[in-house]
């Protein structure tokens, strides 16, 4: 009797109808020790153990497998100044880098993303002014490094707790297009009872433009109408803010 033959599996051809098979490089091995000993460092000091391109380099660690990413982390820090400029600089700027691609963005926004929902949790369901710093700093992480201006409203109830934080203009790298009318517009489709007012200034300096008092007297002056507070407005810089309120602007 002929015994059964027992089931192999098969190996996988070198060869498809004379088309050599793809085969993929192995990574080198002073990469893997590289990025293990950077992992290491990393779970046992936490980010302050390490400088902003250490950093940065094993955010594009999951864009390149195999790659050696510290060139390519250098040219971004040298690009965009630090790591926080890396991370918010628009998807059309980190194209001109050599190396960028659809993956090293899609990493870095999404980093981004986690860290402003973080700030942006701290400050949600509770009242803001019992918050101040936590709300700073999120104005900080949503707006310091943008390269042209933005202006938000953070829409508050009664309560003070936020209920809504919306971008309503984007501008240039000085000037950002307010339009009064239709901030109290949306307070009023938010049943909102106070608002703070947030922008930025690409330069750094914080120090408000007469545009940006005459504005901000304007939405006073239309909110006042309908019994609306205007808690302040912040003008975020680079590494510092402004206070209407504490600056006596408002």
């Known amino acids: 009797m002929t015994e059964p033959r027992a089931f192999t599996e098969a190996s996988l051809p070198l060869f498809v109808a004379g088309v ?6 192995p990574r080198p091995s002073y990469i893997a020790d ?12 936490g980010a302050a153990a390490m400088p902003d391109y250490e950093l940065l380099e094993m955010v594009l660690f999951r864009a390149n497998a195999r790659a050696d990413m510290k060139p ?5 820090l040298e690009t965009f100044g630090d790591f926080n400029g890396v991370l918010s600089a628009p998807p059309e700027r ?5 190396g ?74 000085d000037h950002v297009p307010v339009y009064p ?10 049943n909102a009872s106070a608002l ?25 002056q239309a909110a006042a109408a309908l019994g609306i507070a205007i808690h302040d407005h912040i003008i975020i810089g680079r590494s510092t803010e402004l206070s209407f309120r ?5």
């Open 100 to 173: 960028v691609g659809d993956a090293v963005i899609a990493e870095l926004k999404l980093i981004e993303a986690a860290a402003q929902r973080l700030s942006r949790a701290r400050i949600l369901d509770r009242p803001v002014l019992g918050s101040w710093h936590a709300l700073i700093d999120y104005c900080h992480t949503a707006m310091a490094h943008r390269q042209t201006e933005q202006f938000r409203v953070l829409y508050l109830d009664r309560k003070n707790v936020l209920i809504a934080d919306e971008a309503q203009a984007q501008g240039t790298v």
């Open 181 to 190: 009318r239709e901030v109290v517009k949306r307070a009023l489709e938010l």
């Open 72 to 76: 390519l982390g250098r040219r971004l």
């Open 246 to 250: 504490a600056t006596g602007y408002l």
């Open 20 to 25: 050599a098979a793809p085969v993929t490089p």
């Open 94 to 98: 980190l194209r001109e880098v050599a």
């Open 196 to 220: 703070i007012l947030v922008h930025n200034h690409p330069s750094g300096d914080p120090t408000p433009s007469r545009a940006d008092i005459s504005m901000t007297r304007e939405i006073e």
């Open 34 to 45: 590289h990025r293990k000993r950077l992992r290491d460092r990393f779970m046992q000091g």
